[in-house]
Structures are given as structure tokens and as C-alpha cells.
């Protein structure tokens, strides 16, 4: 795959440095050879996790999501932590965010979010041994979430009925049926 449509940046600026994702503003030169500008967000990744139980179910996590303005019902996830290894994260999500843990997490795939206009890469992982923690770890004092198990045909109506509408769910759940364990 080559760069024939390489834009190559003459210059950026710094807009916004928050606490999970920065902005700037690039200046680029076009194949061919206008320039024009590129709004960024800068993201350090995540991690999601496929998390099924011995009885085939799937927990997923239910939360409010500001820029939507509502609550949606998805795959537990959470953004790595500089210089943390992103299997070590999905571990940590998947306590924090259910109160489950796994023997084994297996890499599924990475895929880019929304690579219009940001960097974000999902890092996905299954489940394998899932077993509810004795003592569940202390979730973020930010986030209120409720949790779910669901059938692969729950999730698909839930699918239907846009209670789950992300990307990293619907794939997740996509795999799920291809991969029916």
C-alpha cells in the first residue's frame, strides 16, 4: 500500500490538551500540491473487551454517554494509560468497569475509531475463564454504569432498537456470531 495521497504537514498548532484527548489544527500540502486544513483529535487508545460467560452470555455495560446526549448499552472499554500495556488495561477495565475478571484475554483485533479526525486505535480482547471477582475493584468516581448479560439474539434486538449503537459493540457482537462459543 503505498502514499500516493500522502499529505504531508507544513505545520500544527495546538488547540486543546485535556485530560483524555488533545486538538490541533495541521496545516498540510495536498497530492496535489494545494494545502488545506486538517482539525485532529489526539487519543492514546483504548481497549474493549468481549466478555462471554460459561452460559453464553455476554456482559455488556450500560452508561451515559454525554456527546449523545443518552445511554447506551455496550462492551466494556476504557482508554490505556500512558506507557500501560493495552492487555494489562483490558484486565483493569473489565474489573473495574463489572466486577469480573478472566483467566485468559485473547487479542481479537485493532481497528481505528473515526480516522477522519482522530487518532483513536481500539484494541479489542475476548474473554476466556471469566469469573466474578470475590471483591469487586472500586470503579472510576466518575462512572455510573449498570450491567447487563445478554443472548446474541438479546443484542441483536438491542441492535435493531439502537440501545446499542457503537462501533466496538456491534463488532464485538458481529464476531460474537461468527465465532459462536
Known sequence: MGHKFEEKTI?????YQGRVISLQVDEVTLPNQKTSKRELV???GAV?????TEDHKMILVEQYRKALERELIEIPAGKIEKGEDP???ALRELEEET???AR???YVQSFATSPGFADEIIHIYVTQGLKKLE????MDEDEFVTLHECTLAEAETWIKEQKIFD???AFAIQWWRLHRF
Open 42 to 44: 489526539k487519543h492514546p
Open 104 to 106: 485468559e484475554l485473547h
Open 11 to 15: 505545520s500544527s498548532q495546538p488547540i
Open 87 to 89: 492487555k494489562a488495561t
Open 48 to 52: 474493549a473487551i468481549i466478555a462471554i
Open 135 to 138: 471483591t469487586p475493584r472500586d
Open 99 to 101: 466486577g469480573y475478571t
Open 167 to 169: 462501533a466496538k459493540t
